[in-house]
């Protein structure tokens, strides 16, 4: 696993970069708040992908909020749009996903997740705490005791993150630029060539 000591990481070389996953999708899993979306704009822009939230998409294709859906139809919908957006997703090429924290809970979801690179931004929980206190956009969170809610999300998930094929631990005062630096170095070391999946 790879873990943030110091902030100083030699970048490979554009052209490594740019052809690194060989057009293989690139899909960032991890709890709330871990950065996916962050981290997946600089991935996306540094290997000349195009980018998607799934969150975003699913609040377009059900012109609602996360947040509202939930409320409103619960979390068994939410979930089943998930699936919706990622099976859509999949079927293309040359794309950094950033995907919800709960995506790993469905076993359908690993048919799509396993057509790409899977890659896990593992946070601290206080870390995840201190970005996510007093957020009111996430369902989730919405109860007495998130600290104690993150912990039993995170055990609900851990084992089922560390399927990724790539885990990069994060310290929460890492510069996204570092992190991006940092999956794209594990990418390379962790996965050779001829382990890549070929897009379809």
């Keep these: 696993m790879a873990e943030f000591s110091s902030y100083e990481i030699k970048p490979l070389s554009d052209v490594t970069e740019k052809h690194l996953l060989k057009g293989v999708n690139l899909y960032l ?16 822009k540094r290997l000349k992908y195009r980018f998607f939230d799934t969150d975003v998409m699913i609040e377009q294709l059900a012109g ?10 619960g979390e068994e919908e939410f979930r089943q749009i998930e699936t ?13 996903i950033a995907t919800g924290g709960g995506i790993v809970l469905q076993r359908q979801n690993w048919s799509y997740l396993h057509h790409g690179i899977v890659v896990w931004l593992d946070v601290p929980i206080e870390q995840l705490y201190l ?41 929460g005062s890492a510069p ?13 070391r962790k996965i050779k060539p001829g382990d890549r999946r070929s897009p379809k």
């Design 176 to 188: 996204p630029s570092y992190v991006a630096s940092r999956v794209l170095e594990e990418i390379d």
């Design 84 to 96: 919706n957006v990622l099976s859509e997703l999949s079927a293309y090429t040359r794309l950094a």
């Design 131 to 171: 970005r996510l206190k007093g957020n009111t956009t996430r369902p989730l969170l919405q109860t007495p005791d998130p600290l104690q809610k993150l912990q039993t999300l995170l055990e609900q998930r851990q084992n089922l993150y560390a399927q990724a094929d790539v885990r990069v631990r994060i310290n």
């Design 29 to 44: 899993v991890g709890m709330m708040g871990a950065g996916k979306t962050t981290i997946g704009r600089i991935l996306a």
């Design 64 to 73: 609602k909020s996360v947040s509202e859906i939930f409320a409103e139809s």
